[in-house]
């Protein structure tokens, strides 16, 4: 079969990859754009976007990301369903596999396959999933209004989401393995300044227990061994992200999480004509926002590259 010739493929449909698409394809690069897994990323995933510069009412990740997607589409850039099952970097063009079936040449190749939170691991959790169990509160929570609720982690995004389900809930257990949160000292204060959010730490989480209807409660293991089970009809999961990089490994150079490495101040990659933008290659910042701005990024780095 013969392969598909493209220009510029942008993975990813996060505000990075849709904001590469309005720049490429306003720059005549006739870029195509691959959804993936979740059309408009994890932005899809939460409710209110009040931080996004130019909205002083404030959206939904969802609108956003349908606006971008426009956007990118007015330009011209084509946005298609499918997920990148394969990549072959080893030389240009680059040879890219699509559903396990389509096969294309690309000639530069933007990254922005982002990041997706992490669970525990637990099979009880996976057994929950969607039935009490949540990698995200913004989302979910809402479900759970004047219930109790738990949320693992001890880092910001934990007490972020604490202090949000503390708002709808009626009571918020954080379940802190260590014995301080590692959160910055105003997302710390936050926490441990409100009524019904209460912090246990040295506990990890063993099992997740429910029925059919889901979740009911949790079995807590202590440093020391002891346990303890707590009712709650909600588990939020809050102890970081992975990013989705699976598809370059051994290609593309990661750091030792797995994100990939650019070259600081530039969205380049060990490969010339690889460029990568948004949370896949951004362990630290991780908001729309800053994904745009990296997105903007790989796009002009992208259009210097392929006009050499
Ligand atoms: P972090 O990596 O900062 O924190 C993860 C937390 O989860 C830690 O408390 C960690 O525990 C815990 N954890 C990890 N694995 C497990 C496990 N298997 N079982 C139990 N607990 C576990 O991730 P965040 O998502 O909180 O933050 C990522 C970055 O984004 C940070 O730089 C943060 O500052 C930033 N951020 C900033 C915000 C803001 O400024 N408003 C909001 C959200 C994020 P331990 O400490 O023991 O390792």
């Known amino acids: 079969m013969n392969a598909e010739k493209i220009r510029c493929?942008?993975?990813?449909?996060?505000p990075a990859g849709?904001?590469?698409?309005?720049?490429?394809?306003?720059?005549?690069?006739?870029?195509?754009?691959?959804?993936?897994?979740?059309?408009?990323?994890?932005?899809?995933?939460?409710?209110e976007v009040e931080n996004f510069p130019g909205y002083p009412e404030g959206t939904t990740g969802q609108a956003m990301m349908e606006d971008m997607r426009k956007q990118a589409l007015r330009f011209g850039a084509e946005i298609r369903t499918g997920i990148v099952t394969e990549v072959d970097l080893k030389q240009r063009p680059f040879h890219i596999t699509v559903d396990g079936q389509k096969e294309i040449e690309a000639d530069s190749l933007i990254v922005a396959t982002g990041a997706s939170a992490r669970f525990l691991g637990l099979e009880s959790e996976q057994r929950f999933r969607g039935m009490g169990v949540s990698g995200c509160a913004t989302c979910d929570g809402f479900f759970y209004r004047r219930k109790d609720v738990a949320v693992v982690g001890g880092g910001d995004t934990a007490c972020e989401e604490a202090s949000y389900l503390a708002s709808i809930c009626r009571k918020v257990y954080m379940i802190v393995r260590k014995d301080y949160l590692r959160a910055s000292k105003a997302m710390q204060k936050r926490v441990t300044t409100t009524d019904n959010i209460d912090i246990l730490f040295g506990y990890n989480t063993d099992e997740v227990l429910g029925d059919e209807n889901g979740v009911t409660g949790v079995r807590l293991r202590r440093n020391?061994?002891?346990?303890?089970?707590?009712?709650?009809?909600?588990?939020?999961?809050?102890?970081?992200?992975?990013?989705?990089?699976?598809?370059?490994?051994?290609?593309?150079e990661?750091?030792?999480?797995?994100?990939?490495?650019?070259?600081?101040?530039?969205?380049?990659?060990?490969?010339?004509?690889?460029?990568?933008?948004?949370?896949?290659?951004?362990?630290?910042?991780?908001?729309?926002?800053t994904a745009a701005g990296s997105g903007c990024i790989a796009a002009l780095d992208c259009e210097r590259f392929l006009l050499l």
């Open 18 to 47: 849709y904001t590469a698409a309005i720049y490429t394809s306003r720059a005549n690069l006739n870029p195509v754009l691959y959804e993936g897994i979740e059309p408009g990323g994890q932005l899809t995933t939460t409710t």
């Open 9 to 14: 493929l942008i993975i990813g449909s996060g």
């Open 224 to 252: 020391d061994g002891t346990t303890r089970t707590i009712d709650i009809s909600g588990f939020f999961l809050a102890i970081g992200h992975h990013p989705n990089t699976e598809l370059f490994k051994g290609q593309l």
């Open 254 to 289: 990661l750091d030792d999480e797995g994100y990939i490495k650019t070259i600081p101040g530039t969205s380049k990659t060990n490969i010339d004509g690889v460029f990568a933008a948004g949370d896949v290659q951004d362990p630290n910042y991780r908001q729309a926002i």
